[in-house]
């Protein structure tokens, strides 16, 4: 699961998330103040297995996603509707531009973590040309950690630590 925004949460449905599971839980998303829940179906391989590997928001307003996900529909739910639409309008209706990578390390230029508006915590082995190529990342303070051994085991910097708002 991936909170967007205030507004927007966006669900992998996949190896271990059913949609009958989101469908049992959608209630108390919305009641926790969301209004619109999308899911997305990519395929069930170790590159795709966790949204985290796939897509991540980088700052309010951009989100950074492999180049194949243009071309997945979501499933959005709201309190009173569903309907289905592609992710990037999705995402753009939620404020979102998308840089789309056509080529990438999954787990080291995908799975970061935000410390706040002008930080990420990434990979030492993220590809730093990704980092240069947006506008809205140029000015980002990066902190690199060295987490190879972690990625071995298939894990990134936010999938091992799911980091989460929290009172």
């Not at 925004?5 to 059913?18: E, F, P, Q, S, Y």
């Not at 947006?134 to 894990?155: A, S, Y």
């Amino acid at each position: 699961m991936l909170i967007l925004n205030k507004d927007a949460v966006l669900i992998n449905i996949g190896m271990r998330t059913t949609l009958e599971a989101v469908e049992s839980i959608k209630d108390r998303i919305f009641q926790e103040g969301f209004s619109e829940i999308a899911i997305i179906d990519l395929p069930r391989r170790s590159d795709t297995l966790h949204l985290d590997m796939n897509c991540n928001v980088t700052n309010a307003n951009l989100l950074i996603a492999k180049n194949f996900m243009r071309y997945f529909p979501v499933h959005v739910f709201t309190a009173q509707i569903n309907r289905f639409e592609m992710a990037e309008q999705f995402l753009n209706h939620h404020g979102f531009d998308v840089y789309w990578l056509e080529k990438y390390k999954t787990i080291p230029d995908i799975n970061f973590i935000n410390l706040n508006p002008e930080t990420l915590l990434i990979s030492k082995q993220a590809t730093k040309q990704h980092w240069t190529k947006h506008p809205l990342l140029q000015k980002k303070n990066l902190i690199e950690i060295d987490v190879t051994e972690l990625e071995k085991g298939g894990g990134g910097i936010r999938c091992m630590t799911l980091p989460l708002l929290r009172k």
